[in-house]
């Protein structure tokens, strides 16, 4: 059974970068062919894809955000991360990590990410 968990800081200020990380376990970040992915959900809002890493390191991001959004994986460690920089309160979101590109099987509880000074 793959279990994915989100861990981060809870509160981040306005301009500031936010960084969240997701450890794996039950399965290998680097088994063909998955990706793994980020996903947020902003209060009111529907669920908004924000990037994935695959197997092989490729990454992908949405039009929307790929400016100011970076996903990274470290192996050694089983984890991938999200960075989103120059955050603004619009960025307050519930972040879910999630195994797929396009549809997902597995995901992370989610966490609280509140932009605020």
């Known amino acids: 059974q793959v279990q994915l968990q989100e861990s981060g800081p809870g509160l981040v200020k306005p301009s500031q970068t936010l960084s969240l990380t997701c450890t794996v376990s039950g399965g290998s970040i680097t088994t063909n062919y998955y990706y793994w992915s980020w996903i947020r959900q902003s209060p009111g809002k529907g669920l908004e894809w924000m990037g994935a890493v695959g197997y092989s390191g490729d990454t992908h991001y949405s039009p929307s955000l790929k400016s100011r959004t970076s996903v990274s994986r470290d192996t050694s460690k089983n984890q991938f991360t999200l960075q989103l920089s120059s955050v603004t309160p619009e960025d307050t979101a519930v972040y879910y990590c999630?195994?797929?590109?396009?549809?997902?099987?597995?995901w992370g509880q989610g966490t609280q990410v509140t932009v605020s000074s």
């Open positions: 999630t195994r797929g590109l396009l549809e997902y099987d597995y």
